[in-house]
């Protein structure tokens, strides 16, 4: 690799921040590794990239010469950002260890970043020729030596870059160390130093499939996709699971559901949909049971549906978008009942969030602006003026006696159609048998 570097001053590549991760003990290789499979994947569609792992730091190199270069590695820097255990994905230039190949470098990406032409393949024009009437652009020089061979310390190297900098573009420069537009950051490691001057920041957390499979109950509200996305945030490989009561809701509806899993999967891909026609069970629930106990009566018939498709799939949790106090059938009493349904562990990853955090979650990773469409889902439909805040137990199982739960239950399961979502399109649908491939590791202890 060595000789490949020196063979290539200034060559593009992506550096990839991790951070969580970096505090993991004796199993920290292998999350490591699935950082680097789930990276690996996201990129695979914009062409070859090879993933090298460094302390704290992931690398990803063009395996060969490509066609718009540049434009290439910008873009698997943004893909690389959306992946789960990122901390931050820059486009870099990765040098040898000479202190003249990382002057060359940050000379490189300070004249593109003034927008000038280079007068030869690294070197941009003479302060003279580059000289305008522009106020000059505060900027600062931020180093980071992980390798103490290197003969420079972090302060030292600043100041030669930053002169090196000053000498090349004069007046369009001024040194600004509170307050810079424009930080060229080098990083100096074992065998290689990486020039940049910005950085996509990822969501962090941890790499999906490291914590084991959770089935997302997700409706075309806001509150929902959040939650679901907060689990993948936690390294949970996730499936969507929706409720639609056609015909009573609207095929918009449904597909609103599709464009919600589409903007998940940005951050998650591919991810599956299952759809599960809810229609009867509602309409049993209104015609046979006390209407202020709707709400959770059919809550807990889509906990028990749930934990079915989860035995069939394997999946290990369900993840709702409740929260504590929000609405009427969300009191710590409903929350309760509601969870005695479950046969295995309920994650409500928002229940301790306000409206305003959930909405600014939503607008961050691209759902809010599907989810507020006007299209009405099951959770809205037989809603009673007045629902129970305090329900019993006692109460709630014996509505539930007047209605036949293991054949609505297992009708429901039967209806379930699976939707493919890889990158925001959505695929031929799958068959509904057979799980996913086992998990290639164990769950987070």
């Known amino acids: 690799m060595e000789d490949e570097v020196r063979a290539s001053p200034g060559r593009a590549v992506v550096l990839v921040r991790f951070g969580e991760i970096a505090l993991k003990g004796d ?59 990122v901390v931050g994905a820059v486009p870099a230039l990765q040098v040898p260890l000479e202190v003249e190949h990382i002057c060359r470098a940050a000379r490189q990406l300070v004249a593109a970043w003034l927008g000038l032409a280079a007068t030869g393949p690294a070197e941009p024009p003479n302060a003279a020729a580059a000289a305008s009437q522009a106020p000059p652009v505060p900027f600062k020089v931020n180093s980071r030596r992980a390798n103490r061979q290197f003969p420079l310390d972090s302060l030292e190297l600043n100041r030669v870059v930053g002169a090196d900098l000053l000498r090349h573009f004069g007046p369009r420069l001024r040194v ?102 809810f229609t009867e069970v509602q309409k049993e629930i209104y015609a046979r049971c006390p209407h202020p106990l709707g709400v959770i009566l059919m809550r807990r018939m889509m906990l028990r549906i749930a934990d079915r498709l989860a035995d069939r799939f394997g999946h290990e949790a369900l993840i709702t978008g409740e929260n504590l106090g929000q609405v009427a059938s969300q009191t710590l009493r409903s929350l309760s009942v509601v969870n005695q349904a479950a046969r295995r562990l309920v994650l409500r990853p928002l229940v301790g969030w306000d409206k305003e955090e959930i909405i600014r979650q939503a607008r961050t990773i691209g759902t809010y602006p599907i989810s507020i469409e006007p299209f009405e889902d099951c959770c809205t439909l037989f809603v009673a003026r007045h629902p129970a805040t305090h329900p019993t137990l006692e109460a709630v199982q014996e509505a539930e006696a007047r209605l036949d739960v293991p054949s609505l239950v297992q009708a429901a399961a039967d209806s379930l159609e699976v939707v493919a979502v890889d990158d925001g399109t959505p695929l031929p649908e799958q068959p509904a048998g057979a799980p996913r491939p086992a998990a290639p590791m164990e769950p987070q202890a």
């Open 27 to 85: 199993n920290r290789r292998q999350f490591e590794q699935a950082l680097a499979r789930n990276l690996a994947a996201r990129v695979r569609p914009l062409g070859p990239f090879a993933v090298r792992t460094l302390y704290g730091r992931m690398v990803l190199e063009p395996e060969r010469p490509l066609p718009d270069g540049a434009g290439l590695v910008e873009r698997a820097a943004r893909a690389a950002s959306c992946v789960f255990g």
């Open 176 to 277: 600004d160390v509170h307050h810079p537009r424009l930080q060229v950051h080098v990083e100096v490691r074992e065998r290689e130093a990486f020039v940049y001057d910005g950085e996509h920041p990822g969501p962090g957390g941890l790499p999906v499939g490291v914590s084991g499979r959770a089935l997302a109950l997700v409706s075309g509200g806001i509150d929902s996709p959040v939650a679901a996305w907060m689990g993948m945030k936690r390294g949970l490989e996730v499936d969507l699971l929706h409720f639609h009561a056609i015909p009573f809701t609207t095929q918009q509806a449904r597909d609103k559901v599709v464009r919600l899993a589409a903007a998940l999967a940005r951050w998650h891909s591919p991810l599956r949909v299952f759809m599960v026609r």
